[in-house]
């Protein structure tokens, strides 16, 4: 947490070694998050992060490519999950998608945070409300298979169910906290059972 | 939605005939929405409204108390539904709280989504935060008492079922749009058939 330069280090190369682009992507999304995308300056990143803003351009082009690099790092996580879902029942693979996307929000819990605030407000951030939007249409499709094959009840709209599951998922990072360990996998098993067998007891 | 007053009013006397106190809330809830409640200021709320800040503050005597009412629109909504659940099996009082958060949240839509951006960054949004803990709090033990009675099952923690609950539910004012009739109990009743339920398909 010493991002901020030390009083020892001169003020014309505050630049740290190892000081890597993941690690800058990292911190400025944490600066987003806290501080909203729109509000955060160029100027207030690159104290954060204690680099001049002309080493922090050397590495990214401008705040709209931080911004784009990191929601790429959550759709491209949750696009993954549908990409390797094939090949199974659309239940199975509806579940595999369920629980994939569980992992990817613990796993990439800033980034996934960030992208849920995103509202519109640029080209960078519409581009990625319509990767989600197709996201949202490819899991839909998948709901809409399962009930057709019939292992999913065929009463609610496949897009509400959809919605709603997703709205489940997706609140989890209003909450979760990272302690280690296997909380992720645990979640994504919980996640599972209320989505497909929800909380009542049938065996009571 | 002519809150803008038009060329021909004075600018004297700006106040409407009929303007009350509910429509005043329900139009500066829609500007906190929109631009953030830090961000609106009491000139802004006061121009969208066609009204002098006096005649504002005739009404209100400050943005805080505003957002003051309208949480309380929110979170009395809520508490009343827990309030009225009582007498039955947990199970159904569980039921009943969850068919009607879906209710209160479509109904008071625009409140509730306020609601669930407060953050904590003022006594009364910290007084609203600890109201909506204290709700989460009591269905957290309805469900426990659910588990207990063997009503739901016992292998997920309650607070996280809860959580997830909620989350389903709270993320409806994402995407719902009234559109008249019957939207608010027929989505109730699919909430409470995945909430309870699942998807699965147990017939097939």
Same mark, same amino acid.
């Given at each position: ?52 803003? &002309? ?83 490819? $899991? ?11 292992? $999913?009840? &065929? ?17 989890? $990072? ?31």
């Amino acid at each position: 947490m010493d991002a901020v330069p030390a009083p020892d280090q001169t003020p014309v190369r505050r630049g740290r070694p190892g000081y890597d682009r993941d690690r800058m992507l990292e911190i400025a999304v944490q600066v987003f998050i806290e501080q909203g995308y729109d509000a955060t300056s160029v100027a207030s990143l690159a104290e954060r992060l204690g680099l001049s803003k &002309s080493a922090l351009y050397h590495h990214f082009s401008s705040k709209e490519e931080l911004l784009e690099v990191a929601l790429d790092e959550a759709l491209g996580g949750l696009e993954g999950v549908l990409a390797d879902a094939g090949g199974r029942s659309a239940r199975e693979r509806l579940e595999h998608v369920l629980h994939g996307a569980v992992l990817v929000l613990v796993d990439k819990l800033a980034y996934v945070t960030l992208l849920l605030r995103v509202r519109g407000n640029s080209e960078v951030e519409r581009a990625a409300l319509e990767r989600r939007r197709a996201f949202d249409r490819r $899991v839909t499709a998948l709901v809409r298979a399962a009930q057709d094959e019939g292992t $999913v009840r &065929s009463d609610i709209d496949p897009s509400v169910a959809t919605r709603l599951l997703f709205g489940m998922v997706n609140s989890i $990072v209003e909450w979760y906290r990272p302690s280690g360990g296997e909380g992720g996998a645990d979640l994504a098993r919980v996640v599972l059972a209320v989505a497909l067998g929800g909380l009542a007891d049938e065996t009571g």
